[in-house]
């Protein structure tokens, strides 16, 4: 089955850029999306189609994507940030969706 | 302020069944694919299964396919997932979503 492959932590002081990445083989032809969790929160939608940023998510939130990688940038990340993050995604088909495993994002 | 509310989740016995339910308001459900994500205490997100605006396609993850099913109701705007054969493993936390909305979740508990 499809997989999409993120670093289990992330670690930045406050102001610095954080970037997680997530691997995928399919990446290169779908759209990645990008989720951050507080603990004990539903999930919230920071990036939609690769680089888009729905309304009322912090312009220090971008997307990427290069190949078969896509990649979540923080810019000037601040300790509210402080969160798991998780990319999502289809298989090539384009029917079975797939969750990376998550990135635990520390800003100290 | 579009609202998803989960319901229907509980204990139940291994090999039990459980229907959870999706209730939209102030949002028009059968414009959108609707899915169900799961996640196990302490764990990860989980894509379950999805469904078509009008219900005619239905893609389910490999460890619940046979098992579960998804269904919607759009005059009613809610959203459906018929759970079988439950397993330990499927013991999570249920959310319905579509793009940036999620519910709050609904607990699933499967246990002797």
Known sequence: ????????SVSVSPGQ??????SGDALPKKYAYWYQQKSGQAPVLVIYEDSERPSGIPERFSG????TMATLTIS?????????????STDSGGDHWVFGGGTKLTVL | EVQLV??????????????????????????YW???VR??????????????????EKFYVDSVEG?????????????????NSLRVEDTAVYYCVTGSYWGQGTLVTVSS
Not at chain 2, 6 to 31: K, M, N
Not at chain 2, 41 to 46: C, N, Q, R, W
Not at chain 2, 69 to 75: E, K, V
């Open chain 1, 64 to 67: 990427s994507t290069s190949g």
């Open chain 2, 6 to 31: 989960e319901s229907g989740g509980g204990l139940v016995q291994p090999g039990g069944s459980l229907r959870l339910s999706c209730t939209a308001s102030r949002f028009t459900l059968s414009s």
């Open chain 1, 76 to 88: 000037g990340a601040q300790v509210e940030d402080e969160a798991d993050y998780y990319c999502y």
């Open chain 2, 39 to 56: 996640q196990a205490p302490g764990k990860g997100l989980e894509w379950v299964a999805n469904i078509k605006e009008d219900g005619s």
């Open chain 1, 1 to 8: 089955s499809y997989e999409l492959t993120q670093p289990p």
């Open chain 2, 34 to 36: 609707m899915s169900w």
């Open chain 1, 17 to 22: 850029t954080a970037r997680i990445t997530c």
């Open chain 2, 67 to 83: 098992r579960f099913t998804i269904s919607r109701d759009n005059a009613r705007n809610s959203l459906y997932l018929q759970m």
